[in-house]
């Protein structure tokens, strides 16, 4: 090993030779301490309030360092988080300092508090290992450069520039975390895959595991205790945040500190406002991914993998509107800019190993399937968020990711009973980070991009039948709609230069 080599490039070649080696704890690291081969560095791109709340398990993991943080926004108190003071409280507890910034009412984020917490939690915590503090960076592209010794990247941004960080992360070599969904376009996530299978790095989607109860009723339903799969019908209560229904005129100042040039990375200038930030992104088509791409890839992604179900072959949707008034007349307006309030989505999806062709219904906003009337007839009470198992022969249904599955059938309403397949493997995988060990070893782990790649497509296609408001028909293989030439180009974006992907 050259003396100008960093333990990255050591990690990658000694994976690469087939002679990795987890040295033991007590060699390296001393007494109580983590060796340097059991650690794994991390730059974390993105602090906002989802960011923080996750902050603390990578604090407390051992083998996790945090070396580098980024993000356009320096510190402030604009943020939106889900109950008032929720996430300077959880601040507070990471620095075990209840009055730290008791005066502040607003939510706070940004680089300079994530340093202040990684620093003054190492500090504490960490006393006897040698830090040398945490870097700051406003732009990523910077961070990649500069930083020489990180072994990862964790991406916490808003969805627009999923795809732009963790390509250029691959190529530099470094495994990816990142929150869904991989991309707010098609050809991006294609894009993200294809870096992710030629770089060979570790990538890891955070919401691996989370709609797991969904995958067991999967295997129920392999076995025909429903017969064929007929429907899959989703709903969720999202949006939870404000959708617009125009583009604001007013130009407020760009926050002191916040940098808006580089929180717009590849997307087209457009004047700043905070309608676009800070949670609120999601509302939009340029940078975020609407309801399904939040919380659809949580409930649906296991039922694809555990049915091996291919991208949609088709997509259409039904939207709200709104009206506007105009010289006295009323009038729809047109919005090609924001997801609806609410919205059905209907995906066609091919016949394969498990199943025949079969319907996919996603609903947001409030809306509902509507139930047949021989399972409305077994007492089944709708939630606000759920999911529905149509075949011949029964139903079943659950909690959004399949908690409490009752199964419908022979006109009953009982219990789906559930084996307990679960393994040892599986249950440590519930106590660790299950991509952890993956990343030091440089294998992929069960929640990698290339997992993910037919619910990434499908989400971003209901996308694109929203944009052309008709069913649009796709070809998957030549990444093409192909009963609409001009809807083609919601399958891409618009890049600033220099940003092209």
């Known amino acids: 090993m050259t003396t100008n080599m960093n333990r990255r490039q050591f990690l990658e070649s000694t994976v690469a030779a087939g002679a990795f080696t987890i040295v033991p704890r007590h060699v390296l690291g001393g007494s109580g301490q983590v060796a340097p081969s059991d650690k794994i560095t991390f730059a974390h791109i993105g602090m906002g309030t989802q960011s923080i709340r996750e902050l603390g398990g990578l604090l407390e993991e051992p083998s996790i360092q945090i070396v580098a943080i980024c993000d356009p926004n320096t510190d402030s108190s604009d943020y939106v988080e889900w109950g008032k003071h929720e996430i300077k409280r959880r601040i507070q507890g990471y620095l075990e300092n209840p009055s730290w910034r008791e005066n502040d009412n607003g939510c706070p984020g940004g680089r300079e508090v994530g340093r202040e917490i990684v620093e003054t939690y190492y500090a504490k915590q960490r006393s006897a290992v040698k830090f040398n503090g945490c870097r700051i960076y406003d732009d990523f592209r910077e961070l990649l450069e ?7 990247v964790k991406i916490m941004t808003p969805d627009h520039l999923h795809a732009a960080i963790a390509i250029a992360a691959m190529k530099k070599g470094l495994h990816v975390l990142m929150h869904k969904p991989i991309a707010n376009r098609l050809y991006e996530g294609r894009l993200v895959l294809e870096t992710a299978r030629q770089t060979k790095v570790s990538t890891h989607l955070l919401a691996y595991g989370s709609g797991a109860a969904n995958g067991k009723i999967v295997e129920q339903i392999k076995k025909g205790v429903i017969g064929p799969l007929r429907e899959i019908h989703n709903w969720t209560n999202r949006p939870v945040w404000p959708q617009y229904t125009e583009i604001s005129v007013d130009r407020p100042p760009v926050p002191k500190g916040f940098n808006w040039d580089l929180w717009l990375g590849p997307s087209q200038f457009r004047p700043y406002h905070p309608a676009y930030t800070h949670t609120v992104y999601r509302g939009w088509y340029e940078f975020g991914g609407g309801s399904m791409a939040d919380m659809g890839i949580y409930s649906l992604w296991p039922v694809f993998t555990g049915l091996d179900l291919q991208p949609a072959q088709s997509a259409q949707a039904w939207a709200t509107h709104t009206c506007h008034i105009a010289d006295h007349v009323s009038r729809t307006t047109e919005n090609d800019f924001a997801y609806p309030t609410a919205c059905s989505q209907r995906f066609r999806l091919p016949a394969g190993e498990y199943t025949p062709e079969l319907d996919l219904f996603w609903y947001d906003g409030g809306m509902k399937p509507r139930l047949p009337i021989e399972i ?5 009470e709708m939630e606000q968020e759920g999911i529905l198992f149509l075949g011949d022969k029964g139903a079943i249904f659950a909690d959004f990711r399949g908690a409490n599955p009752r199964l419908l059938a022979d006109g009953q309403n009982n219990p789906l009973p559930m084996e307990d397949t679960t393994g040892q493997e ?8 299950p991509w952890l060990a993956a990343f030091l070893a440089g294998e992929q782990s069960p929640g990698s991009f290339l997992n993910a790649a037919a619910i990434t497509d499908t ?16 070809d998957s293989e030549k990444m093409q709609i192909t009963n609409d030439a001009d809807a083609n180009a919601y399958l891409y974006r618009e890049y600033r230069e220099g940003w092209e992907l």
Not at 146 to 152: G, Q
Not at 426 to 433: H, K, P
């Open 146 to 152: 500069k930083e020489k010794d990180v072994d990862a």
């Open 376 to 380: 409305e007839a077994l007492d089944i």
């Open 459 to 474: 989400v971003n296609l209901g996308t694109v039948a929203l944009r052309a408001g008709k069913k649009v028909l796709f």
């Open 426 to 433: 599986e249950r440590r995988n519930r106590r660790e980070n």
